[in-house]
């Protein structure tokens, strides 16, 4: 059981625009930031969006967060086939001594 | 560039130990702290805790503790994570991750990311 919720799946078709939502509580993303990563098969996770909203060099423009409240989304238009991916939030918790909370993933399938 | 190579594959046996390294390059390695994660198969991902490269200070998550050590080498750029006491649960991949931080003047907040992640290494706990 994940701390911070996300739905285990997404799709869309190539070039349409779909969100991918995480829901946490006050002491994860109610009190600080978001970071979204992308894992591909077989690889190890990579930052794609951090401080709820900002992308490292590299990510293109498609890839956009947002947070409100205790809840934050993942969006992405024009959708590509390489976007098949799974895709996991992140925060910092405050509770007990302080850890980092991931979203169980979302895997996002382009049909 | 920023670089983070890990030590190989593990099979280990259940109450057996694992030490699994973390090589950095491309960077000044006591700069940012460095943390592990793991993913056990077809599951997400687990915090597992961090340590300070400088300092060598350590902070592990509440299920860790007392089974995971986590140390470094300043004079080769590597951490180190020791799981003691295996279970066939222990069964994942296992990622370090560099974390960037800084203060958002805007916000007041402290902002921390993992920016570059190792490639995983698999240890596989089974009799």
């Known amino acids: 059981q994940s701390v911070l919720t996300q739905p285990p799946s997404a799709s869309g078709t190539p070039g349409q625009r779909v969100t991918i939502s995480c829901s946490g509580s006050s002491s994860n993303i109610g009190s600080n930031t978001v970071n979204w990563y992308q894992q591909l098969p077989g690889t190890a996770p990579k930052l794609l969006i951090y401080?709820?909203?900002q992308r490292p060099s590299g990510v293109p423009d498609r890839f956009s967060g947002s947070k409100s409240g205790t809840s934050a989304s993942l969006a992405i238009s024009g959708l590509q086939s390489e976007d098949e991916a799974d895709y996991y939030c992140a925060a910092w918790d405050d509770s007990l001594n302080g850890s980092w909370v991931f979203g169980g993933g979302t895997k996002l399938t382009v049909l | 560039q920023v670089q983070l190579v890990q030590s190989g594959a593990e099979v280990k046996k259940p109450g057996a130990s694992v030490k699994v390294s973390c090589k950095a390059s491309g960077y000044t390695f006591t700069s940012y702290y460095m943390h592990w994660v793991r993913q056990a198969p077809g599951q997400g991902l687990e915090w597992m805790g961090i340590i300070n490269p400088s300092g060598g200070s350590t902070s592990y998550a509440q299920k860790f503790q007392g089974r995971v050590t986590m140390t470094r080498d300043t004079s080769t750029s590597t951490v180190y994570m020791e799981l003691s006491s295996l279970r066939s649960e222990d069964t994942a991949v296992y990622y370090c991750?560099?974390?960037?931080?800084?203060?958002?003047?805007?916000?007041?907040?402290?902002?921390?990311?993992?920016?570059?992640w190792g490639q995983g290494t698999l240890v596989t706990v089974s009799s």
């Open positions: 991750a560099r974390e960037a931080s800084y203060l958002d003047i805007l916000t007041a907040n402290q902002v921390g990311y993992f920016d570059y």
């Open positions: 401080s709820n909203n």
